[in-house]
């Protein structure tokens, strides 16, 4: 489960899951809302993506600026994920397509994701990830 939460001037992202992985994945899918409809973007082409940090909260940040890139260097939408985080290393991949305007309602831009309101913690059952992306 994704939702998204208010700021002032940006959007907030958050991730839940049974797993720190499944909240990333989670909170990747939040990003991407902002952006598109997800269901109009269809998994046909898969990327992988590495990246690591000091800690679980930077990684989230940069999984998402890692993301980003993607988008930006490839244009493409993406909305499949599967994670994989050990010792603050995320091996992922994700699934997409490219970006085509006539099929893909263009939303909002998101420019990167930063470290305001950055939190990655267990609620009960659940983890949960969040930060706040510039749009």
Request: aromatic share 10%.
């Amino acid at each position: 489960m994704y939702e998204q939460f208010e700021h002032k001037a940006d959007v907030g992202v958050r991730g839940l899951g049974r797993t720190v992985e499944k909240s990333f994945e989670e909170c990747a899918r939040a990003m991407y809302a902002v952006m598109t409809d997800l269901s109009s973007v269809k998994p046909v082409k898969i990327f992988n993506v590495e990246c690591g940090a000091e800690n679980v909260e930077e990684l989230l940040v940069e999984w998402l600026n890692s993301l980003i890139t993607l988008t930006d260097t490839h244009n493409y939408f993406f909305s499949e994920f599967k994670v994989k985080i050990e010792n603050n290393k995320l091996n992922g991949s994700v699934k997409g397509e490219k970006i085509n305007p006539k099929k893909h309602e263009l939303l909002t831009e998101v420019k990167a994701a930063t470290y305001s309101q950055l939190k990655v913690f267990k609620k009960g059952k659940n983890w949960i990830a969040q930060t706040v992306v510039d749009v």
